[in-house]
Structures are given as structure tokens and as C-alpha cells.
């Protein structure tokens, strides 16, 4: 039986051990968190993720998680309605062959599909990685070493295992920062279920009200130095980004500071290399190839990956090596696509001036237009 070790139990990796425990692999995924995370931010799967989904037999209990289509307003910095966004214009988006769901239902889903064709051993790292052309040697911070014939690094953007096996030269980092907050109540100032949106130079924030347990907001902002702000922590950082705005946010701001550890809060980077693999070392998904926030395609490249990397590995036989170059031949222009999308993604989030927050209400007026909506549904998927 064929062995691989898998680093990060995130979509990726939970992915990876489903993908090749069906195909007959035993597989273990170290992980460095102590459990399961749960909740997180909403994501959309759709297009390749949600083929990939499908060929993986998620899409029935994805579908449980599904949030489904909400209204969204538009708003102005005190929090009064400037545009309505009918459900349609994210119907006409995302299509039909899409979900929206909290990332950590994503994971659940995963897991639970995964957990009984693989070891997951929490809490724990990898503290040493060595390969030659038989194998594999991953040496754990439990003081185990396992012997494999693939390790497939899916440990996130700022993943040890592409430092330590490709270098520390390839994440480029973006001048925006990212804060996602779960709430557990629904939100004030939000009727349920929709959400607001506030787009002004160089900042949107978002707040969804699903009702209790359903609900998060998501906050982004343009700055000139990422490292200091995350040195200030979300509570300060996005207090003082977003402080002055009104409708929902400042019942958010209060949840946050209530339970600052709940929010993912990072700054934005892309991961560009110009190789995913080294022998019979992968890297995959974020960790590989993060396309950042901005593309609203990470999670659905991380199973779409996935699956494609147990696809080649069948493929191959026993030629690991050629199947990792293979891999990476048939999905690095979908990642390419994907992450100059990402960079012109970043002005509609952070539009740089009023003038741009203007052209970009305007053209989601003009998306009002069912004419204009197939424009939409090429632009997104
Ligand atoms: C606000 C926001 C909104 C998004 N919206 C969408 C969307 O709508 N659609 C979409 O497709 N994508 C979206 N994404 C992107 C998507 O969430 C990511 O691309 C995806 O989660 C990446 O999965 P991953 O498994 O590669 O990495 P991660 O989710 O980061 O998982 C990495 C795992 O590795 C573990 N780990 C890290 N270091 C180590 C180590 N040294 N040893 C062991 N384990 C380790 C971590 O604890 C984690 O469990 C969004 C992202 C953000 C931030």
C-alpha cells in the first residue's frame, strides 16, 4: 500500500487524505492546531471546486451547510441603504452548481468524509523532512518518524513545509489586511437574512446576519505597512480602520473585542513559485499557490487540486515524481487565471479613490440589469 504524509488538516489537506484514501493510499495529516477549527467566513464553491466536490461525493451534505441566496444593501458610511442587490445578481453570479457555507463547515464536511480512511494526529508538526528517490522521511514533534512515498505540504499560506523544502521566497505580500468575524447572535442594524455592504477608498465592510450562529462579518483595508497592524491585533487594528462607520459594524467592533480569538485576521498574500514539487514533495493549495481573498477561488482550487493530484497519482503508478509534473501541468493556468484575477479583484474591495467607489456602484446598477448579468456569470466563474 502506498503511504503519503499530509501537513495541515485544512480543505486542502482533508481534501487530499479523502481523494487518496479512496484510491487505496494510507495516509496520516499532522496537524499543528490542537482540534478541529469550526466556524470561520462564508465561501462560495463554485466552478472547479464544485466539480471537484462533486466527483468527491460531497455536494449532499455540503448542501446541508448551504447559507443560500441573501439580499444585500449597499450602504453609506452611517450605515443608510444606498443600493439594493437582489439575491438574483449572486444567483446569476455563482449559478447553479454552487454553495455558500462557512469555511468550517467545509472542514467538518471533509472530515467527517475523510476521518475513517486516515490518521490525523493534532497537534502536532514536522520538525525535519527528507527524501531520496525511494522515499520520504518526515520526522514529527511527537518524536515519530514516518516513512512515505509522497508528502503533500497543505499548511496553509505561511506554510513551514514550503519554506524549509522550496525556500522563503515566494510569498508576495499585498498592502491590505483581512479580518472575518463569526458572530454568534444576529446582528443589530441588519435585518435577517441579508447583508450590508460598505465600499469606500481603500476599505469594505460586510456584515452578513443569517441569524445565531450564522452570521459574520468581513472586513478588508488597504495600508502601507501589513506587519504593524497585525502587531496591533484585530480588536485595535480594524477598530480604528472601521471605528466611524454605523449600521451593523459597530455591534461587530463589540463582539470582536468580546472574543478577539474567534476572528481570522491576516494580511493578504499570494504564494507565486515557479515549481509545486521537488521529488516526491507537493505542495497544494494555499501553501502552493495562495490566490488570496480577492479571487473567491482558494478553497474551491484547494479540492479541485485535490482531486486532480489523486487523479494523476492513478494515472502514474508508481512514478510519484512524474505524476506531481503532470499534476501541476494541467492546473497551473486555472491558478494563473485565478490569481491575476485576484490582483484586479483587490480595486473592487479597495477602490483607491471616491471617484472609483462611484464607477463601481455604477456598475453594480448596471449588473441590476438582467441583460448585463451574463457578463457577470463570465466574470465570476
Ligand atoms: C475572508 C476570506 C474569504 C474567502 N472566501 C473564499 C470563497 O468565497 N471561495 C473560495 O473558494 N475561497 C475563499 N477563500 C480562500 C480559502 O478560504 C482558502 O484558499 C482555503 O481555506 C485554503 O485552504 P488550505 O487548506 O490550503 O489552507 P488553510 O485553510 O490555511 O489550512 C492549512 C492548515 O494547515 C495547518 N498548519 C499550518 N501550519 C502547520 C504546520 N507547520 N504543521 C501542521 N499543520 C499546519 C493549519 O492549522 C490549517 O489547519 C477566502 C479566504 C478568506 C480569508
Redesign the pocket.
Same mark, same amino acid.
Given at each position: 500500500m502506498k503511504r503519503a504524509v499530509i501537513?495541515?488538516?485544512?480543505?486542502?489537506?482533508l481534501a487530499t487524505a479523502l481523494r487518496l484514501g479512496r484510491d487505496g493510499w494510507h495516509t496520516t495529516v $499532522?496537524?499543528?492546531?490542537p482540534a478541529r #477549527?469550526s466556524s470561520g467566513?462564508?465561501?462560495?464553491?463554485l466552478g472547479p471546486?464544485y466539480d471537484a466536490a462533486e466527483r468527491l461525493g460531497l455536494t449532499a451534505a455540503l448542501a446541508t451547510h448551504d447559507v443560500g441566496l441573501f439580499t444585500t444593501v449597499l450602504v453609506r458610511a452611517d450605515g443608510r441603504a444606498k443600493l439594493t442587490v437582489p439575491s438574483a445578481i449572486a444567483e446569476a453570479a455563482l449559478g447553479e452548481r454552487a454553495v455558500s457555507l462557512f #469555511?468550517g463547515d467545509l472542514e467538518a464536511t471533509l472530515y467527517a468524509a475523510a476521518h475513517d480512511r486516515t490518521q490525523i494526529r493534532f497537534g502536532?508538526?514536522?520538525t525535519a523532512i527528507d527524501q531520496d528517490t525511494d522515499g520520504v522521511r518526515v520526522m514529527l514533534s511527537d518524536g515519530t518518524t514516518q516513512e512515505a512515498d509522497l508528502l503533500v505540504g497543505?499548511?496553509? $499560506?505561511?506554510?513551514?513545509?514550503r519554506t524549509t523544502s522550496f525556500g522563503a521566497d515566494h510569498q508576495v505580500d499585498l498592502p491590505y489586511i $483581512?479580518g472575518?468575524v463569526p458572530l454568534s447572535h444576529p446582528v443589530a442594524d441588519v435585518p435577517e437574512p441579508s447583508a450590508t455592504t460598505f465600499i469606500g477608498p481603500g476599505r469594505t465592510a460586510a456584515v452578513v446576519n443569517l441569524g445565531p450562529q450564522r452570521s459574520s462579518a468581513?472586513f478588508t483595508y488597504r495600508c502601507t505597512d501589513p506587519a504593524s497592524e497585525l502587531k496591533r491585533g484585530p480588536v485595535d487594528a480594524l477598530g480604528t480602520a472601521f471605528g466611524d462607520l454605523g449600521g451593523g459594524v459597530p455591534d461587530v467592533l463589540h463582539h470582536l473585542a468580546q472574543n478577539p480569538a474567534a476572528a481570522?485576521f491576516?494580511a493578504v498574500s499570494q504564494v507565486i513559485m515557479p515549481r509545486w514539487s521537488t521529488g516526491r514533495i507537493v505542495l %497544494?493549495?494555499?501553501?502552493a499557490w495562495? $490566490?488570496? %481573498?480577492f479571487?473567491?477561488?482558494?478553497?474551491? %482550487?484547494?479540492l479541485a487540486g485535490a482531486d486532480q493530484l489523486g487523479a494523476a497519482l492513478q494515472r502514474h503508478g508508481d512514478d510519484v515524481p512524474s505524476a506531481l509534473l503532470d499534476w501541476e501541468a494541467g492546473l497551473r493556468p486555472e491558478v494563473t487565471r485565478r490569481q491575476a484575477h485576484a490582483r484586479r479583484g483587490m480595486l473592487q474591495y479597495a477602490p483607491p479613490s471616491r471617484f472609483h467607489v462611484w464607477l463601481g456602484d455604477l456598475a453594480i446598477r448596471a449588473l441590476t440589469l438582467p441583460a448585463l448579468r451574463r457578463l457577470l456569470q463570465r466574470a465570476t466563474r
Open positions: 501537513i495541515g488538516a485544512g480543505i486542502a489537506g $499532522v496537524e499543528r492546531a #477549527r467566513y462564508l465561501v462560495n464553491l471546486g #469555511r502536532t508538526t514536522v497543505a499548511d496553509g $499560506v505561511h506554510s513551514a513545509t $483581512v472575518a468581513f481570522y491576516d %497544494l493549495g494555499d501553501a495562495c $490566490v488570496t %481573498l479571487a473567491g477561488h482558494g478553497a474551491a %482550487l484547494a
